[in-house]
């Protein structure tokens, strides 16, 4: 049973520049949320996705959007890129309903550094 | 504003049991999760209390007092595999689904000595 993955696992871009971040869920489950995670922080969330549709979003520019496909994988898209930007940016997998709803799996991240 | 506290980091030796203490102010509040994160890993879930109490699950055990907006995780029989930071996560928001957004604490650095 394949846990949640992401890719690339390492990314540097320049500044300005455009970055796509992929992640697939845990099989079975059906929403994605992401996180940017700064070094020695906690995980900050910048939104969630459930069928197909962004239904809850953090304290994030609109520089940041998302995506998520009918197979439930999703994509996170970060335009313009800033210095601030850096960081490693984790996807986690839930179930949207169930007794274990409130567990989510995280995947192993994608480490961005923007010069 | 929103913001769990918890310490920066704690220090303790193989064997001995440890708390690491959580304190959140939220503008709503459906549960408390524990998080593990290994230098460089992914966060992986520990435990989560909705009500107040104790739960345990092996090693670890976690408590909720939601009318002091507090918990703690608690571990036992510490090991050099349990250095690693630890997280506090509120999920402040019932929305659409069971499930919402988590809100997470700076995080504690456990570090086990021999």
């Known amino acids: 049973d394949a846990g949640v993955t992401q890719s690339p696992t390492h990314l540097i871009k320049t500044r300005g520049q455009q970055v796509t971040l992929r992640c697939s869920p845990k099989?079975?489950?059906?929403?994605v949320s992401w996180y940017q995670q700064a070094l020695g922080q906690g995980p900050q969330f910048i939104f969630q996705y459930y069928e197909e549709e962004e239904r809850q979003r953090g304290n994030f520019p609109d520089r940041f959007s998302g995506h998520q496909f009918p197979n439930y994988s999703s994509e996170l898209n970060v335009n313009a890129l800033l210095l601030g930007d850096s960081a490693l940016y984790l996807c986690a997998s839930s179930l949207a309903w169930g007794d274990r709803a409130y567990e989510q799996y995280f995947g192993p991240g994608t480490r961005l550094t923007v010069t | 504003g929103q913001s769990l506290e918890q310490p920066s980091e704690v220090t303790a030796v193989e064997g001995a049991i440890v708390q690491i203490n959580c304190t959140y102010q939220?503008?709503?509040?459906?549960?408390l999760s524990w998080y593990q994160q290994h230098d460089g890993g992914a966060p992986t879930f520990l435990s989560y209390?909705?009500?107040?109490g104790l739960e345990e699950t092996g090693r670890f055990s976690s408590f909720l007092s939601r009318s002091d907006s507090y918990g703690y995780l608690l571990l036992q029989e510490l090991q050099m595999k349990d250095s690693a930071s630890y997280f506090c996560?509120?999920?402040?928001?019932?929305?659409?689904?069971?499930?919402?957004?988590?809100?997470f604490g700076q995080g504690t650095e456990l570090s086990v000595k021999p």
């Open positions: 996560a509120v999920r402040g928001d019932r929305a659409y689904n069971q499930g919402g957004k988590l809100i």
């Open positions: 939220t503008s709503g509040f459906y549960g």
């Open positions: 209390n909705a009500l107040d």
């Open positions: 099989s079975g489950h059906d929403t």
